[in-house]
């Protein structure tokens, strides 16, 4: 009882960090990528992108450096994988006992 307890909150915290590495991933690399490409702009340097304007004023265009998120991407990823690993061996192991 105890063991198919601990399996199911293995199997929840392996889905939770897989849909985090995921959502990381969608939001430091895909995303920027996917604009640049639709807006035709640069952004290899940038960081994060804002455009200000309005109709009293000229439109400004802001960049800001590289923010540095991969490392939370690993990690989830990273985690993720040892979850997926050790449901395996756990399956395996119930399979041939």
């Known amino acids: 009882m105890k063991k198919e307890k601990s399996t199911k909150m293995i199997t929840i915290f392996t889905v939770i960090c897989a ?3 995921f959502i990381s991933l969608f939001f430091s690399s895909l995303l920027p990528l996917y604009l640049s490409y639709k ?6 340097n940038a960081g994060s992108i804002g455009i200000i304007g309005g109709a009293d004023g000229p439109t400004t265009i802001y ?3 590289q ?3 991969h490392l ?3 990690i989830f990823a990273l985690l993720t994988i040892l979850g997926f ?3 395996v061996v756990i399956k395996y ?3 041939h006992n």
């Open 39 to 44: 807006f035709k702009i640069d952004i290899r």
């Open 19 to 21: 849909l985090v590495a």
């Open 72 to 74: 939370f991407t690993a």
């Open 93 to 95: 192991k119930k399979n």
């Open 85 to 87: 690993i050790y449901l």
């Open 63 to 65: 960049v800001s450096g």
């Open 67 to 69: 923010s540095s998120s």
